[in-house]
């Protein structure tokens, strides 16, 4: 079974900080995809960054990356200069055939 | 790019009443598409997705159920609301193969 595991339920960053939101997985397969998801006090599901297995670097969107390590089956997203705007829950999404989805892990941004 | 309308956004109903929600795609044809249900302040349960016209594949037995009529309508229903049906439910789609799900902007779904 595939299952993805986000082990930190808060996190907090100061405004202009960095913060890293760990996420790991279960799989038997070898080529899958993998994204971050921010749920904002909307509610609504903002697709923030993806990651395909096959690749090697690790995708960046603006002060949004990952590290993605494959052997250890791990996809941890780095926030860089947290803004206040980056409040949200973040989700953590496996993808082989459908789509499987972490806990959460909710950020606060503190000014 | 595509486009999900779902609603309504809020609703209030009684324990025992039916429920239907709708949502709808544009911008993309033959989409897969999905429904989710999340609890206060947890993640995401995938409780339908639908392939294409007609095919639905539960992945929670419960009293809801699914409908998909045309290529781009995603239906929920339940003919017994009970108490545990309150959450916040999202209909989210994908494109054929392996794509990202885009989600709508959910129906906040509560039973007195």
């Known amino acids: 079974a595939q299952t993805v595991t986000q082990s930190q339920p808060e996190m907090s960053v100061q405004e202009a900080e960095t913060v890293t939101l760990s996420c790991t997985y279960d799989t038997s397969e070898s080529n899958y995809y993998l994204f971050w998801y921010k749920q904002p006090p909307s509610r609504q599901m903002i697709l923030v960054i993806r990651q395909e297995a096959y690749k090697q670097q690790n995708a960046t969107e603006n002060r949004f990356s990952v590290n993605f390590q494959k052997a250890a089956k791990s996809f941890s997203l780095k926030i860089s200069d947290s803004q206040l705007g980056d409040t949200a829950m973040y989700f953590c999404?496996?993808?082989?055939?459908?789509?499987?989805f972490g806990a959460g892990t909710r950020l606060t941004v503190k000014p | 790019s595509q486009t999900i309308h779902q609603w309504p956004a809020t609703l209030v109903q009684p324990v025992g009443s039916p429920l239907s929600l709708e949502c709808t795609v544009e911008?993309?044809?033959?989409?897969?598409l999905y429904w989710y249900r999340q609890a206060a302040g947890r993640g995401l349960q995938l409780l339908f997705y639908?392939?294409?016209?007609?095919?639905i594949s539960s992945e929670v037995p419960q009293n809801l159920s699914a409908s998909r009529p045309q290529d781009r309508q995603f239906i929920l229903s339940s003919k017994k609301l009970l108490l545990s049906d309150s959450g916040f439910y999202l209909c989210?789609?994908?494109?054929?193969?392996?794509?990202?799900?885009?989600f709508g902007d959910g129906t906040r779904l509560s039973i007195l």
């Open positions: 989210a789609v994908s494109g054929t193969g392996v794509q990202p799900q885009h």
């Open positions: 639908s392939v294409g016209i007609g095919q």
């Open positions: 999404a496996f993808l082989v055939n459908d789509m499987r």
């Open positions: 911008g993309t044809s033959n989409p897969n």
